[in-house]
């Protein structure tokens, strides 16, 4: 764990190499999804002690977290690809998806494709996760509040209902309602509305 100390001088000196990513961040037409998606990642990563401001919580998601830096780059598109070699993205994490709402978080974004026809509201994604097509035009939509955990595969022209959890190592192919968790390689409803239950699709 970083002390409050050294994780300051590191972000003065990270500034150093940010300030044009800084100016994006402030200045750019998607700053507004750029600002949910970083206060979303501040409530999920960061302790209470963080210094407050969405520029300070910037400066920390940008150095620390890849992750991050990807879906930075996805929201300003060709300036992001510009910038991106002075802060380096995670290789080996794909977005290709025209519409994400506000608010995404990638956990441990390390073999991940995200290549959906849109993706909702304060989605969550894990590792090693393909969400992706079937042929050349058929691939996933995302509602809002929707969890793919690690390792499962979306593909093909389904939708995923708002506030679906997919379980790791899953496979769908199917579409699946809102409020549900789905497990399994031919998936089945383990939970709907929050209680326990046993469904195929």
């Known amino acids: 764990m970083i002390k409050p100390v050294l994780r300051m001088i590191l972000l003065i000196l990270s500034a150093l190499r940010l300030w044009p990513h800084l100016l994006v961040f402030l200045l750019h037409r998607h700053s507004t999804h750029i600002g949910a998606d970083l206060r979303r990642w501040k409530s999920i990563l960061f302790e209470a002690d963080h210094p407050p401001g969405d520029l300070a919580t910037f400066l920390r998601l940008m150095t620390e977290n890849p992750e991050f830096r990807n879906l930075f780059y996805y929201r300003t598109g060709l300036v992001g690809k510009i910038l991106s070699p002075l802060c380096a993205p995670l290789a080996s994490l794909y977005i290709s998806t025209p519409k994400i709402g506000p608010g995404l978080f990638i956990q441990h974004g390390f ?25 050349k035009t058929s691939c996933p939509t995302l509602g809002d509040g929707v969890t793919i955990n690690a390792g499962a595969k979306v593909i093909g022209s389904v939708t995923i209902g708002s506030n679906s959890v997919v379980g790791a190592n899953a496979v769908v192919v199917k579409d699946i309602p809102p409020n549900v968790t789905v ?19």
């Open 111 to 135: 073999a991940t494709i995200i290549a959906a026809k849109e993706i909702g509201a304060n989605c969550w994604i894990n590792q090693q996760v393909t969400i992706g097509y079937s042929d």
């Open 183 to 201: 497990v399994g390689g031919a998936t089945r409803i383990v939970r709907r509305d929050g209680k326990r239950v046993e469904e195929k699709l």
